[in-house]
């Protein structure tokens, strides 16, 4: 057998688990080579993670009461943790491991989040959902995706702070769009409209990181006239960046 296999052709899996107990921290480095694995602790604990550290490639799957334990300790978690902890919850739930209900709930913990790359998990689950859903299910997704990402939304507001890094610019144009787009949000849609017709104006820059977001979510409101525009500009582009800026944006409109 290959090396890091049993004889019956089972994977032997390092675990890193980390758990609150009254203690404090506990971390256990364990390795799962059987159907079952118990980890003794001093006591029982609040919450505990499995994949500590998010070395592992393999997906988790909590009891309902660990989950929802964890799920309030999130600013005890790293962003990798947490990133994981969304990503493989959307596996189970996709695979009926675990409901779509449970998952959407699990999301609702999050509208504090801060990372990039957790908020890129999230919406990324909506988009799927977006795609496979029923149209007459479509509001009630988009009232979801609004309630989810307004709090994010409006801490970042629509202009960049000075000493801002790149990837919290970066995020304000994920989550605009993602507003914009998958939460149908009048107010986002209003407002790109206005910042577009003023940068097509040369009437006040636009964040780069925001004109994106901006022209996606003009597409997905927009009707012939911008069709034809947009086809214009992606025509007369004077960038590769604004080519396919415009050319993806096409895609966009419904």
Request: charged share 25%.
């Amino acid at each position: 057998h290959r090396c890091g296999e049993d004889a019956a052709g089972r994977w032997r899996i390092p675990i890193v688990l980390r758990a609150w107990v009254k203690r404090g921290i506990i971390e256990k480095h364990v390795l799962l080579d059987g159907d079952d694995l118990v980890v003794p602790l001093p006591a029982a604990p609040d919450w505990a993670i499995v994949n500590a550290g998010g070395h592992g490639f393999y997906r988790v799957s909590y009891a309902p009461p660990l989950l929802k334990k964890l799920s309030g300790a999130l600013p005890r978690l790293s962003p990798i943790e947490r990133f994981n902890l969304v990503s493989d919850g959307f596996a189970l739930a996709q695979s009926g491991a675990m409901s779509a209900t449970e998952y959407l709930e699990l999301s609702a913990r999050f509208t504090e989040e801060t990372d990039r790359n957790v908020w890129a998990a999230i919406t990324g689950s909506f988009a799927y959902l977006n795609r496979v859903i029923a149209p007459e299910h479509r509001s009630g997704l988009e009232a979801l995706v609004r309630h989810r990402l307004t709090t994010a939304v409006e801490r970042l507001g629509w202009e960049a702070e000075p000493d801002e890094s790149e990837l919290l610019r970066q995020l304000r144009g994920d989550l605009l769009r993602a507003m914009g787009v998958l939460g149908n949000d009048p107010v986002t849609q209003e407002r790109a409209r206005e910042l577009y017709a003023r940068q097509r104006a040369g009437d006040g820059a636009v964040d780069a990181n925001v004109l994106p977001a901006i022209i996606a979510i003009v597409a997905a409101v927009g009707g012939e006239a911008e069709y034809a525009e947009f086809w214009e500009r992606f025509r007369a582009a004077r960038t590769p960046q604004e080519e396919q800026r415009y050319l993806f944006a096409l895609a966009g409109f419904r």
